[in-house]
């Protein structure tokens, strides 16, 4: 499961980390439509939110986010292992022309 949310996030843009935008709140107030890329369980989505960041930074992630990475039970080998993935998977990628 915990891969599958690191696979996902690599799809995810850097702005499902910040909170709904105001279009996002109008199409609620307006459709009552309402997406949210947040996962249920905090240790999830603090495996999520380290993800994302990382597919798009590298090993440049912020320390907030390593943070609550660690405050969520993952260790400093899980967190080595997640960023030497998501890196070489980074350096897999077939640029886009």
């Not at 307006?30 to 999520?48: K, V, Y």
């Not at 998977?89 to 077939?94: M, Y």
């Given at each position: 499961q915990e891969w599958q949310i690191v696979d996902l996030a690599r799809t995810d843009g850097l702005r499902s980390l910040r909170g709904p935008g105001s279009f996002a709140r109008l199409r609620k107030w307006?459709?009552?439509?309402?997406?949210?890329?947040?996962?249920?369980?905090?240790?999830?989505?603090?495996?999520?939110r380290l993800a994302v960041e990382a597919w798009h930074k590298g090993y440049a992630v912020s320390l907030s986010a390593l943070?609550?990475?660690r405050?969520?039970?993952f260790s400093t080998?899980?967190?080595?292992?997640?960023?030497?993935?998501i890196s070489a998977?980074?350096?897999?990628?077939?640029p886009r022309s």
């Open positions: 307006i459709w009552g439509e309402e997406h949210s890329p947040t996962l249920a369980s905090e240790r999830l989505e603090a495996l999520r943070a609550a990475f405050a969520a039970g080998a899980q967190l080595e292992l997640l960023l030497a993935t998977g980074r350096t897999a990628r077939v």
